[in-house]
């Protein structure tokens, strides 16, 4: 079982940024593929970005490419969502996701281990 916890989420105004985290305290996360997924209300999961496990490679949707950017602390065994630019349609709550096998396509089900979630709420 891996436990995955994400903090960072708030209410921010459009154009404002804000940084997830998604740690775990009992699985080293570089031994992971992670990804970032956030579901707004009435709508289904979408993928938002993606970083190997191997060669740090990262993946955006885009949507948010150019403005959001993946990486991972492993000294602090953390995954981070950076969002800068942050806009209302960017409202969610965002989930980080392990896969302790390659992840040919970023979609959920290649994904065995899910976080809570973080609710980001954007004004306008």
């Known amino acids: 079982q891996v436990e995955l916890v994400e903090s960072g989420g708030g209410l921010v105004q459009a154009g404002g940024s804000l940084r997830l985290s998604c740690a775990s305290s009992r699985r080293t996360l570089s031994k992971y593929f992670m990804g970032w997924f956030r579901q707004a209300p009435g709508k289904e999961r979408e993928f938002v970005a993606a970083?190997?496990?191997?060669?740090?490679?990262?993946a955006y949707a885009d949507s948010v490419k150019g403005r959001f950017t993946v990486s991972r602390d492993n000294a602090k065994n953390t995954v981070y969502l950076q969002m800068n630019r942050l806009q209302p349609a960017d409202t969610a709550a965002y989930s980080c996701?392990?896969?302790?096998?390659?992840?040919?396509?970023?979609?959920?089900?290649?994904?065995?281990?899910w976080g809570q979630g973080t609710q980001v709420t954007v004004s306008s």
């Open positions: 970083i190997s496990r191997t060669d740090g490679s990262t």
């Open positions: 996701a392990a896969s302790d096998r390659f992840v040919p396509r970023p979609i959920p089900s290649q994904y065995a281990y």
